[in-house]
């Protein structure tokens, strides 16, 4: 396998609302037995983040990731963990300026046709260097 990968992001930023995403092309080329196919696919995702006031700690944000094509890519069919679709909203708080708690809920829908829904807590912190 040879994969290529080309990117462009999105960052806008004001006071109370913030909206980033990411959108990736992926160039895959698939070596077997006497061929090569050649794969194009397009992923992305859009998280858009709102403060809950001008000097809060609590962020409200959700985040859609989508692969349309995965199964049709010789490379990503070959992963059957891979999740094309997942969906996901949460909520932050930041304790301090470099730690926060996070609580999210999601779903996720994978190409081995496994759908879920999750559930987590997360506690991060950014030790200074």
């Known amino acids: 396998v040879q994969h290529t990968v080309l990117s462009t992001f999105l960052n806008i930023e004001t006071h109370k609302f913030h909206l980033m995403g990411e959108l990736f092309i992926f160039d895959d080329r698939v070596s077997g037995p006497g061929n090569t196919s050649r794969y194009t696919t397009v992923s992305g995702y859009l998280q858009p983040e709102y403060k809950l006031g001008e000097s809060s700690r609590t962020t409200l944000y959700a985040r859609i990731e989508a692969t349309p094509q995965a199964a049709?890519?010789?490379?990503?069919?070959?992963?059957?963990?891979?999740?094309?679709?997942?969906?996901?909203?949460?909520?932050?708080?930041?304790?301090?300026?470099?730690?926060?708690?996070?609580?999210?809920?999601?779903?996720?829908?994978?190409?081995?046709?496994?759908?879920?829904n999750s559930l987590s807590a997360q506690w991060s912190m950014v030790l200074p260097l």
């Open 72 to 116: 049709a890519d010789g490379y990503l069919s070959l992963l059957p963990e891979f999740s094309p679709h997942q969906g996901l909203a949460g909520v932050r708080y930041d304790l301090t300026p470099t730690q926060a708690i996070k609580i999210e809920i999601g779903r996720t829908i994978r190409q081995d046709t496994l759908k879920f």
